[in-house]
C-alpha cells in the first residue's frame, strides 16, 4: 500500500536506537518458558554489549559467551557466574560443549599464538586449563557427539577431537564430498554415523542458495565407481575449488580428490604440508594434478615430472590453439620451450618514469639511473619515502632470479658483472628507515614525489589497467615503462597466480586436461578477471576494449582534479610491454635465497668486496642447483 507523505506530518523529535539480546527458553514441546533481557547483565553499561556464541551447561542453565566475559545464566534467569578472559587470555574463539555436557571454550593465548581448550567450572566460577592446545589453522567449530566431545576443520578436512585422550580424528574431506567446508553454516552428526550439514551456495551473479545435505557413511564397494584423480595442493584457491565441485557434479566417469597438505602446517612450522609435499613429489609420489603455488616447478620440470601442456593447447579446437592464448606470457614461464603449468591470469611488474629523462626505449643499467638522478633537482630520490638496501637488494634480486639461475641447464651466473652491480645499486640505499618516528603525509605518495621532482621512479604492478592511468597521472604524458636493469626484451617481468599442472604419472592425462583447461576458458575469464591480466587472448583483448575511454580522476599537487581518458595508445603501450617481456618471476627456494642474503651480508658491512661475495654465492648456489637438478 502506498502511503502519502504530507508537510503537516507530524514531527517525531529525534530517535533513539535501542538494541536488545533477549534468551528465549522454550520447552520440549516448543512452549517459551522465559525470556530473559541479557542487558541486564551488562553491568558495566558498556557501549557495545555483543553476545558471539552460547551453548548449555549441563542442566543448570546456558553459558554465554559476552565480550571477554562468559556468563553462566540459569533457565530462569539467574546469574549463575560471570568468568573474565583472565590472565594469558587474549580472547575467546567458540564455546563447545563436551561429551558429559558441561560447558568448555577455546580460548586464544598467548598474544594469539595459541588456542586452548579450557572447562567451565560452574561451582567455581573458573576456568580449568585441561593442557590441550589446538594450531591456529583450526577453524569452524561445531558440536559433535558419540566418540567425539567437539568437530572442526582444518584446511579442507574435518576432524573429531576427544577432549579424555586429546586426540583428534581425520573423519572426512569436505570437497571430496562435494561439499564447500567454508560455506557451511551447521554440522549435525547422526546415531547412525551419517552427517546433515547446512551450506550456503554464492551465484556468480550474486544471490546465494541455502542446501540441508546428507552425508551417508556408505562402504567403498557401494559407490559407483569413477576414476579418480588425485589433486594436491597447500591451501586450495576458493576459485579451484569451485571448478572441483562444479566437475565432480557433473562428470559421469571422473572425479577429482583433494589432498590439502595445509592440514600438516603446525604453528611451529607453517610450512610443514609445503615440505611434505615437495619431499613426497620428489621421492615419486606425484599426484595426478598439482596446484602449483609456491612449489618448485623450474626443478620439477626438468625433472621430467611434469608434462608439456602446449601439445594440448595446440590440439584444443575450442581454445584455439596457440593463437588463443597470450603466448609472450606462456613462453616466458615455459622451461626449454615446455610448458609445466597454466593459470587464468598474470600481472606485470616494470619500473615507471619520465621519458625525457631516461629516454623512451626500454633497456639499460644501474649506471643509467645514476646519469638520470644527475638530471634531477637535488634531494631527489630513485624510488617511494622508506626505500632501504635490503629491500632494492631483496626485490630486484627476486624478480630477476632467473637470470642469475637456470634450472634446465644447472648454470649459474652471480658471479656475472649484472649481480655485482646489483650489489653496488642496492648498496647506496639507506640501510634503515626510521617507520617509528616518520610522519606519513600526503606528500609521502609516489605521484606526488614524482610530480615535485622528488622521486625519479615508480615500481609498478600492473595488475589492472586503471593502474595504468593512476601513474600516468604523476608523470603525464611523459610516462614510458622502462623495465629493470639488466632485464632482457622489455625489461619487465611476469608474475602467475595460482596455477595448474598435469603429472606425467597421471593415470588419465586426457581427464587432467578436461579439468584444468576451465582455467584457460574465455567466459571464465571474464568473470574472474579481477585478480590480473587474462591469459585467454579473446578475454584479454577484451578487458583493453573495455578500458578504453574510460575516465579517472585524480587530484594533483595543487588539489585540482584532473580528467585522464585510457586510450588506444594507452592499450598499445602495454601490450607492447606484455609482447616483449621475456622472463618470469623465478622459483627461489629458502635455502637459495638464505645463502645469497648471508654472503651479500658481508659486503653490505663492509668486510668484503662485492666481487668476492659474487663469487661465493656463485660456488654455494651451483653447488645446490646441482644437487636439486
Not at 530462569?76 to 587474549?90: F, Q, V
Not at 610530480?451 to 600516468?472: D, E, P, R, T
Not at 608474475?495 to 592425462?509: Q, V
Given at each position: 500500500m502506498d502511503v502519502p507523505v504530507t508537510s503537516d506530518a507530524p514531527d517525531v523529535g529525534e530517535f533513539t536506537y535501542v538494541e536488545k539480546y533477549l534468551l528465549r527458553v522454550f520447552d520440549q514441546q516448543g512452549n517459551e518458558t522465559?525470556?530473559?533481557?541479557?542487558?541486564?547483565?551488562?553491568?558495566?553499561?558498556?557501549?557495545?554489549?555483543?553476545?558471539?556464541?552460547?551453548?548449555?551447561?549441563?542442566?543448570?542453565?546456558?553459558?554465554?559467551?559476552?565480550?571477554?566475559?562468559?556468563?553462566?545464566?540459569?533457565?530462569?534467569?539467574?546469574?549463575?557466574?560471570?568468568?573474565?578472559?583472565?590472565?594469558?587470555?587474549?580472547?575467546?574463539?567458540?564455546?563447545?560443549?563436551?561429551?558429559?555436557?558441561?560447558?568448555?571454550?577455546?580460548?586464544?593465548?598467548?598474544?594469539?599464538?595459541?588456542?586452548?581448550?579450557?572447562?567451565?567450572?560452574?561451582?567455581?566460577?573458573?576456568?580449568?586449563?585441561?593442557?590441550?592446545?589446538?594450531?591456529?589453522?583450526?577453524?569452524?567449530?561445531?558440536?559433535?557427539?558419540?566418540?567425539?566431545?567437539?568437530?572442526?576443520?582444518?584446511?579442507?578436512?574435518?576432524?573429531?577431537?576427544?577432549?579424555?585422550?586429546?586426540?583428534?580424528?581425520?573423519?572426512?574431506?569436505?570437497?571430496?564430498?562435494?561439499?564447500?567446508?567454508?560455506?557451511?553454516?551447521?554440522?549435525?552428526?547422526?546415531?547412525?554415523?551419517?552427517i546433515v550439514c547446512l551450506t550456503t551456495e554464492y551465484g556468480n551473479e550474486g544471490g546465494t542458495t541455502n542446501y540441508l545435505i546428507s552425508l551417508i557413511k556408505t562402504p567403498y564397494d557401494q559407490v559407483p565407481q569413477k576414476t579418480t584423480l588425485t589433486l594436491a595442493c597447500v591451501y586450495l584457491d576458493y576459485r579451484v575449488k569451485s571448478q572441483i565441485l562444479d566437475f565432480n557434479r557433473k562428470s559421469s566417469d571422473y572425479r577429482i580428490e583433494v589432498r590439502d597438505y595445509s592440514e600438516f602446517n603446525t604453528d611451529d612450522d607453517y610450512s610443514a604440508g609445503l615440505t611434505k609435499l615437495i619431499t613426497e613429489i620428489g621421492s615419486g609420489a606425484v599426484p595426478d594434478i598439482l596446484v602449483t603455488s609456491s612449489l618448485p616447478m623450474d626443478v620439477f620440470g626438468n625433472k621430467g615430472l611434469f608434462e608439456d601442456l602446449w601439445p594440448y593447447i595446440e590440439a584444443d579446437e575450442e581454445l584455439g590453439g596457440r593463437a588463443g592464448v597470450v603466448e609472450p606470457f606462456f613462453n616466458a614461464i615455459s622451461e626449454d620451450g615446455k610448458l609445466y603449468q597454466i593459470t587464468s591470469s598474470f600481472t606485470v611488474r616494470t619500473l615507471a618514469g619520465p621519458a625525457s629523462i631516461i629516454g623512451s626505449e626500454p633497456g639499460w643499467d644501474y649506471d643509467d639511473i645514476y646519469a638520470a638522478l644527475e638530471k634531477m633537482p637535488e634531494g631527489c630520490e630513485v624510488f617511494s619515502v622508506g626505500t632501504t638496501r635490503d629491500s632494492v637488494f631483496s626485490d630486484v634480486c627476486s624478480l630477476n632470479l632467473s637470470n642469475f639461475v637456470d634450472w634446465s641447464t644447472g648454470q649459474c651466473s652471480f658471479n656475472s658483472e649484472e649481480f655485482i652491480d646489483l650489489l653496488e645499486f642496492a648498496n647506496s640505499f639507506p640501510q634503515t628507515f626510521d617507520w617509528e618516528h616518520y610522519e606519513w603525509t600526503a606528500e609521502s605518495d609516489d605521484v606526488y614525489r614524482v610530480?615535485?621532482?622528488?622521486?625519479?621512479?615508480?615500481?609498478?604492478?600492473?595488475?589492472?589497467?586503471?593502474?595504468?592511468?593512476?601513474?600516468?597521472s604523476a608523470f603525464g604524458d611523459d610516462m614510458?615503462?622502462?623495465?629493470?636493469?639488466?632485464?632482457?626484451?622489455?625489461?619487465?617481468?611476469?608474475?602467475?597466480?595460482?596455477?595448474?599442472?598435469?603429472?606425467?604419472?597421471?593415470?588419465?592425462?586426457?581427464?587432467?586436461?578436461?579439468?584444468?583447461?576451465?582455467?584457460?576458458?574465455e567466459d571464465y575469464q571474464k568473470e574472474n578477471s579481477y585478480s590480473g591480466m587474462c591469459t585467454n587472448k579473446a578475454a584479454y583483448e577484451a578487458q583493453f576494449e573495455a578500458q578504453i575511454g574510460q575516465e579517472s580522476y585524480y587530484y594533483d599537487n595543487e588539489g585540482n582534479e584532473t580528467k585522464r581518458t585510457f586510450t588506444q595508445e594507452d592499450a598499445d603501450a602495454i601490450k607492447a610491454v606484455v609482447d616483449n617481456t621475456v622472463i618470469a618471476v623465478g622459483y627461489s627456494s629458502d635455502q637459495i635465497t638464505s645463502i645469497i642474503n648471508e654472503e651479500a651480508a658481508y659486503y653490505f658491512n663492509g668486510e668484503k668486496s662485492a666481487q668476492d661475495v659474487a663469487a661465493t654465492i656463485q660456488n654455494r648456489v651451483s653447488i645446490y642447483v646441482s644437487e636439486q637438478s
Open positions: 522465559a525470556s530473559i533481557d541479557l542487558s541486564q547483565f551488562n553491568e558495566n553499561e558498556e557501549e557495545y554489549f555483543y553476545m558471539s556464541g552460547m551453548v548449555a551447561d549441563g542442566d543448570r542453565g546456558i553459558c554465554v559467551s559476552v565480550g571477554n566475559e562468559l556468563l553462566g545464566i540459569s533457565f530462569e534467569g539467574e546469574l549463575l557466574y560471570r568468568i573474565p578472559a583472565g590472565e594469558g587470555i587474549d580472547g575467546f574463539m567458540s564455546l563447545v560443549n563436551l561429551s558429559d555436557g558441561s560447558a568448555a571454550v577455546l580460548a586464544y593465548a598467548n598474544d594469539y599464538s595459541d588456542i586452548k581448550l579450557l572447562t567451565v567450572d560452574a561451582e567455581t566460577g573458573k576456568l580449568v586449563d585441561n593442557e590441550v592446545d589446538f594450531d591456529r589453522s583450526v577453524y569452524r567449530v561445531y558440536p559433535f557427539g558419540g566418540d567425539y566431545d567437539f568437530g572442526y576443520n582444518k584446511g579442507e578436512s574435518f576432524f573429531g577431537f576427544d577432549a579424555d585422550t586429546g586426540k583428534e580424528t581425520k573423519l572426512l574431506t569436505w570437497i571430496n564430498c562435494d561439499v564447500d567446508g567454508n560455506n557451511l553454516s551447521g554440522v549435525f552428526p547422526q546415531e547412525n554415523g551419517d610530480q615535485a621532482g622528488k622521486q625519479l621512479l615508480i615500481s609498478m604492478y600492473l595488475s589492472s589497467l586503471y593502474n595504468y592511468s593512476y601513474y600516468c614510458v615503462l622502462k623495465g629493470y636493469p639488466g632485464v632482457e626484451g622489455s625489461g619487465a617481468v611476469f608474475s602467475m597466480n595460482t596455477g595448474l599442472a598435469i603429472s606425467s604419472a597421471c593415470k588419465d592425462k586426457d581427464a587432467a586436461w578436461s579439468f584444468i583447461r576451465y582455467c584457460l576458458d
